[in-house]
Nanobody
Framework: QVQVVESGGGLVQPGGSLRLSCAASGAVERIAVMGWYRQAPGNQRDLVALITIGDQITYGDSVKGRFTISRDKDKNTVYMQMNSLKPEDTDVYLC???????????????WGQGTRVNVSS
């Protein structure tokens, strides 16, 4: 199995910064995509940022210029530096990992449990 674990959330004042981490561990052969999403009303998940194995990066419009995603391929870990945080950034941030099992070669698409970001004065 593959485990996806997020960390780094918490309470921060507007204008502050946080750094989220998401680590995938276990029977991972290769990770094609790691991304961060946040829950919109109705439990809809909106893209915040993603990065591919080829280092292609996509950001959601609301975070462009403020958030930076990166990945350590050797550690199977993705990071998201969040700067200039706004109250509207408050949400549960979920890590999505798309890769391939080292045991079976099958593709997996897994989500972490989420880490809470609360931007408030």
């Amino acid at each position: 199995q593959v485990q996806v674990v997020e960390s780094g959330g918490g309470l921060v004042q507007p204008g502050g910064s946080l750094r989220l981490s998401c680590a995938a561990s276990g029977a991972v052969e290769r990770i094609a995509v790691m991304g961060w999403y946040r829950q919109a009303p109705g439990n809809q998940r909106d893209l915040v940022a993603l990065i591919t194995i080829g280092d292609q990066i996509t950001y959601g419009d609301s975070v462009k210029g403020r958030f930076t995603i990166s990945r350590d391929k050797d550690k199977n870990t993705v990071y998201m530096q969040m700067n200039s945080l706004k109250p509207e950034d408050t949400d549960v941030y979920l890590c999505n990992v798309v890769g391939r099992y080292s045991t079976s070669g099958a593709v997996f698409n897994l989500w972490g449990q989420g880490t809470r970001v609360n931007v408030s004065s």
